[in-house]
């Protein structure tokens, strides 16, 4: 997997979360330090501890630097033992050291939750009539691209296309959703690809230049909405009939 960023504010902005990242390990680090001072832990327990965390925040850095799904796996047993530490701890110090190691571990994954770092790809839905992801029309110059939505948040989205296109390119789109028409001017902020012969995912920045812009992509993003839930109920409701 390949993903390539364009923009210098898209870059800076992963740049400061691989900082946030190295900072709530700092901390979870200083509370193991402090365990050790304090006598909470043995000298034996302490290396063993302090070389485990060591390895596990290779591998979790790793997957944030990459990108790689994997990151919220990680993120989520991170977050789970600093939530179990706070709630055990009868230290203050160890309280605050988590509680800080929490607060940044929170703002890096605040960060990346967004479909230009990671968008969702429903790849485990097969029957597309559960799928809520939408067919759209791209206009690139003079050419008509096929593609579809697959993730829409935080004024930004996820575009596959099998054609490639260079990162910071426009293009316009054309969508129809319960039967009223958009348009929207988009910016290709970044590019992912899996494999050859699976299209590129394309991370997009919705140009909402005017007033008129903004209120045609909120009444959009309800519909989005309204056309995930739909899509939820209409599976439940398939698999409860099908007796699976």
């Not at 946030?20 to 390990?25: A, D, K, V």
């Not at 929170?106 to 485990?124: A, D, G, Q």
């Not at 206009?139 to 993730?151: E, F, N, P």
């Amino acid at each position: 997997m390949k993903i390539i960023f364009e923009n210098f504010r898209l870059r800076r902005e992963f740049k400061r979360s691989q900082l946030i990242h190295l900072t709530h390990f700092f901390f979870i680090m200083l509370a193991l330090v402090i365990k050790l001072l304090i006598g909470h832990t043995g000298l034996i327990a302490f290396i063993v501890f302090f070389i485990f965390t060591a390895i596990y925040y290779r591998f979790f850095y790793l997957t944030a630097k990459k990108l790689y799904y994997t990151f919220w796996t990680f993120a989520s047993l991170t977050l789970i033992f600093i939530l179990g530490q706070m709630i055990s701890t009868e230290s203050n110090a160890l309280f605050y050291c988590y509680g800080l190691a929490l607060i940044f571990l929170v703002i890096e994954m605040s960060i990346l939750s967004s479909p230009l770092y990671y968008p969702i790809v429903n790849w485990w839905d097969y029957d597309f009539r559960f799928r809520y992801d939408l067919k759209v029309k791209a206009k690139h110059k003079d050419d008509i691209l096929d593609g579809r939505l697959t993730d829409l948040r935080r004024q930004a989205g996820c575009i596959t296309l099998f054609d490639d296109l260079q990162v910071g390119t426009k293009i316009e789109v054309d969508l129809k959703l319960e039967g009223e028409p958009f348009q929207f001017e988009l910016e290709l902020m970044s590019k992912r690809q899996y494999s050859l012969g699976r299209p590129f995912h394309y991370g997009v920045r919705f140009k909402l230049t005017s007033e008129e812009k903004q209120e045609e992509y909120r009444k959009f993003l309800n519909h989005w909405g309204r056309r995930r839930k739909q899509k939820r109920i209409q599976k439940y409701e398939g698999t409860a009939g099908s007796g699976v």
